[in-house]
């Protein structure tokens, strides 16, 4: 038997790698569905590399009608049967692939907020079949399109296993040894995440000044990684803060894997709410991670509600500036 992978971003790709390794599988294909952010393939491309794939099938996401190359790969994966399949999100590719094909567990790979999205509105309410037209008209060329299977979790985030799914815990081993030997504490760094601005969130002029807090707070250097999604303008605007003791840092790569590969060990990290906090609590028990959180007369979606929750569970210290 097979197991197939079907992810669309470089922290999904991790996972998926993580996956290989903690269940100890082989004869792996991945499905690489290609959007059009091409931070995004220039990250895959590198870390396709880490792991030798049996099959590396690439699909490219159009905003026109891809109903025949989605129905193509559906027939091609019939081929084989699967001990497990791995997703990262409830789109169209996986959702037409997983009620067509022959297989026995099908888990859910962390991809950042959405990962709580899809458990809080989805898994836990038990609503993973809502369809919309892209998904019903797969219906007329005699493809199912209702998930019967369980969706269980291999996850960072220590999640209720409702509803008899499974959660099993990822706690990024691969990561920790194949990188982590040498690296050397940074304490004279405040690594700082950032996330692409929304406005109705963080105004463009608080989120600037929260970091020049932020320096004169600590009296540290702040190094500020952007997030793959902010805008050109925007790092411009982060790029043209004149303090020395601040500088912006584009690593094209996950945080994580930036800071394993250049033997970092950071020792302090904050974020809005980036849920790469988790990730890096996980690797490095030693660093300290904190959290500006957004003010409480914001209307914040529940989504937000929830990482801060599990933000607070981790013990994450909240900082007031």
Not at 112 to 131: A, C, D, F, M, R
Not at 156 to 161: H, N, R, W
Not at 200 to 226: G, Q, R
Request: hydrophobic share 40%; aromatic share 12%.
């Amino acid at each position: 038997m097979k197991n197939l992978f079907i992810i669309g971003t470089p922290l999904q790709l991790i996972n998926a790698i993580e996956a290989v390794k903690h269940f100890k599988l082989s004869n792996n294909i991945l499905v690489i569905v290609h959007r059009s952010l091409e931070a995004n393939r220039v990250q895959m491309d590198y870390l396709k590399s880490l792991y030798k794939w049996e099959e590396i099938i690439d699909v490219e996401y159009s905003r026109h009608s891809s109903i025949f190359k989605y129905i193509d790969l559906v027939k091609y994966l019939k081929k084989y049967s699967y001990k497990y399949i791995f997703i990262s999100k409830l789109e169209v590719v996986p959702k037409i692939v997983i009620p067509n094909v022959t297989k026995e567990n099908v888990f859910l790979l962390d991809d950042g907020v959405l990962t709580i999205s899809i458990y809080e509105n989805q898994i836990k309410p038990n609503k993973i079949n809502k369809y919309d037209f892209k998904e019903i008209r797969f219906l007329f060329f005699g493809l199912n399109i209702k998930i019967k299977d369980k969706i269980n979790l291999f996850t960072c985030f220590d999640l209720e296993p409702i509803n008899g799914i499974e959660i099993v815990k990822n706690e990024l081993n691969f990561l920790k040894e194949t990188y982590l030997q040498n690296a050397k504490n940074n304490y004279e760094n405040i690594y700082f995440l950032g996330h692409p601005l929304n406005e109705s969130l963080v105004k463009k002029d608080v989120y600037i000044s929260n970091l020049l807090s932020l320096i004169e707070k600590f009296n540290k250097k702040i190094i500020y990684i952007p997030h793959r999604g902010e805008t050109k303008e925007m790092k411009n605007i982060l790029s043209s803060i004149d303090s020395p003791l601040f500088n912006v840092v584009d690593i094209n790569m996950p945080v994580e894997l930036y800071f394993l590969e250049n033997k970092i060990y950071p020792m302090q990290v904050i974020a809005y709410y980036s849920t790469a906090l988790i990730t890096l609590s996980t690797i490095y028990k030693e660093c300290e991670i904190s959290f500006i959180s957004i003010p409480n007369g914001t209307s914040i979606d529940r989504d937000l509600i929830n990482i801060y929750k599990i933000f607070n569970q981790e013990g994450f210290q909240e900082l007031n500036l």
